[in-house]
Structure formats: structure tokens, C-alpha cells
């Protein structure tokens, strides 16, 4: 399972987050992946350059999809041999209402009524053709899991996104057989 903190950037200027996810894809390609690799600073950087990737982000409350991509390379990593199994994937997400949803991009808007917080079957294909995004041309499925998108607790208020909390209480002064929920401010 893949946990994806989600935090809150609708204060100030809004922006996309970066939510990273190490995946290893390497037994599924049905193509040799075309790497380069680039030395920064003295590391070197491999990219896969070929084939694409679409990834395929499912609601399980709501069964709304959202399928998304991005034109270019994939960071595979650093090192001599790490680039030949684990990729590290991303999207960049927003909970801001004011910014607008580009799936070429991977710019998705979370934690709304369709994309809410919690589970999500998450899948990635291989594609021949960049910036795809139908999975009918898709040529294999690369990676099937399910994604965690949860609330940031973190103690900064501007951060915070976290879901709302319950508190559960039996005293309501009548009826002691009833169980009543709660919203908690946090």
C-alpha cells in the first residue's frame, strides 16, 4: 500500500505539492527501457526516457477516475544498479479550488466531494506514445496498488488538511441506549 500525506496550500498563493512513490516496475515492461543518465554534481542521475507512463487513480468511496500522465523522462533513481528496479513516480496535487487540473501535467485537485480523501486502487500502465491517457492503448500494466490519500495533522495550521475527527459520547441525559457522533474542532 502506498501512503500519500496529503497538506493542506490553499493559504497565500496556491501551488501544487509533490507526491512521491518508489514502485518497482522493472519485471512488467514489454520493451527495454531506454535509460540516459546525467552527472550533477558528482551523482549520476538515471532517466527513463522510453516507454511512457499513464497511471490510473481510482476513488474507492466515490468510483470516480482520474487518469493522468507526464510528457518527458522519469528520475530511475541514482546509483549503479537502483535504476533497474525501483522508479520513483509522482504527481503534483492541489486541494486549492482556484487552480486548475492539468492531466498531461500530473496536476491533480484532491480532497473534494469526487476525489476525496482515503483509498484509491492506483495503476500504471506502459505506454508507446507520451502524453497518453487512454488505457485502451496501453501496451501492459506495470504496477497495481492501493493508495492512502490522508489528511497532514501536521501542527502547522497552514498545513493542516486533516480529515474531520469524531468523538463518540453516551450521555445525552434521556435515552442511554443511543450512541451519537460528533464533530471535534481539532
Request: aromatic residues 16%; charged residues 15%; hydrophobic residues 35%.
Amino acid at each position: 500500500m502506498i501512503q500519500a500525506t496529503i497538506y493542506n496550500n490553499t493559504i497565500g498563493n496556491p501551488f501544487f505539492y509533490t507526491q512521491y512513490t518508489n514502485v518497482c516496475v522493472d519485471d512488467n515492461f514489454k520493451v527495454a527501457p531506454v535509460i540516459t543518465s546525467a552527472v550533477i554534481s558528482g551523482t549520476t542521475y538515471y532517466f527513463i526516457t522510453f516507454p511512457y507512463f499513464l497511471f490510473k487513480l481510482e476513488s474507492t468511496e466515490t468510483g470516480k477516475i482520474k487518469y493522468y500522465t507526464r510528457t518527458g523522462s522519469y528520475a530511475a533513481g541514482t546509483g549503479v544498479d537502483k535504476h533497474k528496479r525501483y522508479i520513483p513516480l509522482f504527481f503534483y496535487y492541489s486541494v486549492s479550488s482556484t487552480l486548475t487540473e492539468d492531466l498531461s501535467a500530473s496536476q491533480l485537485i484532491v480532497g473534494t466531494d469526487d476525489f476525496p480523501m482515503g483509498f484509491y486502487n492506483f495503476t500504471v500502465y506502459q505506454t508507446e506514445t507520451s502524453g497518453e491517457l487512454n488505457p485502451a492503448n496501453a501496451t501492459a500494466t506495470l504496477y497495481e496498488a492501493i493508495l492512502n490519500m490522508t489528511g497532514s495533522d501536521n501542527s502547522s495550521d497552514s498545513l493542516n488538511f486533516q480529515d474531520v475527527k469524531y468523538k463518540e459520547y453516551t450521555t445525552n441525559d434521556i435515552d442511554t441506549e443511543k450512541v451519537y457522533i460528533t464533530n471535534t474542532a481539532v
